[in-house]
């Protein structure tokens, strides 16, 4: 099973800043890296695949980056509606897992 | 409007079972593999099950293996989740979810709160 470690657990960013996420996983897994947004109370939207490609719908202040182990989510410019936990998956291997998640919060 | 509609949780006692089910509309259900993930209270997403088009390939994670049942009807638009010997651990909103032909879980319902306590 591929073991998928996001950090910071929590970053603290204000509006307008820009935000880093880190997931690392423990084996190569090429680029099969996916990761989500969820919001209270709402279920998981898909906003990159395969590691850097933006899902429909996704603003282009998100960028995915990174391959082999390490990856990373970039928001280059903190909307409000940015406030939410995310969340890594990998589909290179049987069982799916997903990192614990990294919650943005308002600094 | 492409949408999952789970239902079928509720409060259970530890050792009983459960049926969930989710309601696809908006898109053809017989084209697309499925999944269901959970989530317990406060915790982040635990892939629990998936099924293919034509239900011939069913993978389970371990903590759902020889318990949990996944299931589909493409002549009704459903996906199932059988769910016996309950534990309290297994407590969480159940999500389907749809596998894109990314690979990736595009398109989620709302969730089913699925309650395991005596």
């Not at chain 1, 280059?76 to 890594?88: I, T």
Request: charged share 15%.
């Amino acid at each position: 099973e591929i073991v998928l470690t996001q950090s910071p657990a929590t970053l603290s960013v204000s509006p307008g800043e820009g935000a880093t996420l880190s997931c690392r996983a423990s084996q190569s897994m090429n680029n099969y890296l996916a990761w989500y947004q969820q919001k209270p109370g709402q279920a998981p939207r898909l906003l990159i695949y395969d590691a850097f490609n933006r899902a429909t719908g996704t603003p282009a202040r998100f960028s995915g980056s990174g391959s082999g182990t390490d990856f990373t989510l970039t928001v280059s410019s903190l909307e409000p509606e940015d406030f939410a936990v995310y969340y890594c998956q990998q589909r290179s291997t049987w069982p799916l897992t997903f990192g614990q998640g990294t919650r943005l919060d308002f600094k | 409007e492409e949408q999952l509609v789970e239902s079928g949780g509720g409060l259970v006692q530890p050792g009983g079972s459960l049926r969930l089910s989710c309601a696809a509309s908006g898109f053809t259900f017989s084209n697309y593999n499925m999944n269901w993930v959970r989530q317990a209270p406060g915790k982040g997403l635990e892939w629990v099950s998936y099924i293919s088009t034509s239900s011939t390939t069913k993978i389970y994670a371990d903590s759902a293996k020889g318990r949990f049942t996944i299931s589909r009807d493409n002549a009704k638009n459903s996906l199932h989740l059988q769910m016996n010997s309950l534990r309290a651990e297994d407590t969480a909103v159940y999500y389907c979810a749809r596998r894109e032909s990314s690979g990736y879980l595009g398109v989620w319902g709302q969730g089913t709160l699925v309650i395991v306590s005596s």
